[in-house]
């Protein structure tokens, strides 16, 4: 079985600009989450999507944002790029029903300058 | 004071050792509690899953939960240079709702 794939690894923008980061989850899992990893402030939970609902949110600005399409690919998009959005960001797939059971990505590693 | 607090190494070990890593944490209404393991590079792998209190083992791994004491520990027997990665404990307060908080994660090298 395929693991969760993260496209793309690696991501070079400017201040202001907007990116689009896409995650595709283990066949059959409905649950997509999405994170950030940064050195200072570790692993975040940015939100959760399920069934192409936004089931759970975390505690960032609204320039994040994502969606969930049918397939359960699952996309994020930062707008209005800045300094400290440079970032792993990593998204994680689970069948939805247990939590806490989840798979990662690789991650996207983006660097905003 | 963050709601987990995770002691960042780094921590060596000699191959063979038994390891012991820790986070404390405030919230009282975590109930979930998760290890992760990270090779640099590479998304966190789940390693440990437990649910309340009580202790769970899994070949080399044991995960312990101490709720009273809002302390949970992860050790690893028999160490390997293979086990030298990032570890991170997570935890969350329910399973209907899960937004889990982690640690900053802790370091660990296993030196031949």
């Known amino acids: 079985k395929a693991g969760v794939t993260q496209t793309p690894r690696y991501l070079i923008k400017t201040r202001g600009q907007q990116v689009t980061l896409s995650c595709s989850p283990i066949?059959?899992?409905?649950?997509v989450s999405w994170y950030q990893q940064t050195p200072g402030q570790g692993l975040q939970f940015l939100f959760e999507?399920?069934?192409?609902?936004?089931?759970n949110k975390g505690n960032f600005p609204g320039r994040f944002s994502g969606r969930q399409f049918s397939n359960s690919r699952s996309e994020m998009n930062v707008s209005t790029l800045e300094l400290g959005d440079s970032a792993l960001y990593l998204c994680a797939s689970s069948s939805g029903t247990s939590y806490n059971e989840q798979f990662f990505g690789p991650g996207t590693r983006l660097t905003v300058l | 004071q963050k709601e987990v607090e995770q002691d960042p190494g780094p921590l060596s070990v000699p191959e063979g050792a038994i390891v012991s890593l820790n986070c404390t944490y405030s919230n009282s209404a975590f109930q979930y509690f998760m290890w992760y393991r990270q090779y640099s590079r590479k998304g966190p792998e789940l390693l440990m899953y437990?649910?309340?209190?009580g202790n769970k083992e899994d070949g080399r791994f044991t995960a312990q939960v101490d709720k009273s004491s809002k302390y949970i520990s992860l050790f690893i027997r028999d160490s390997q240079p293979s086990d030298s990665a990032t570890y991170l404990c997570?935890?969350?307060?329910?399973?209907?709702?899960?937004?889990?908080?982690f640690g900053r994660g802790t370091s660990l090298i296993v030196h031949p």
């Open positions: 437990t649910y309340s209190s």
């Open positions: 999507y399920f069934s192409e609902t936004q089931r």
């Open positions: 066949s059959g899992h409905r649950s």
């Open positions: 997570a935890m969350s307060a329910s399973g209907g709702s899960y937004i889990p908080t």
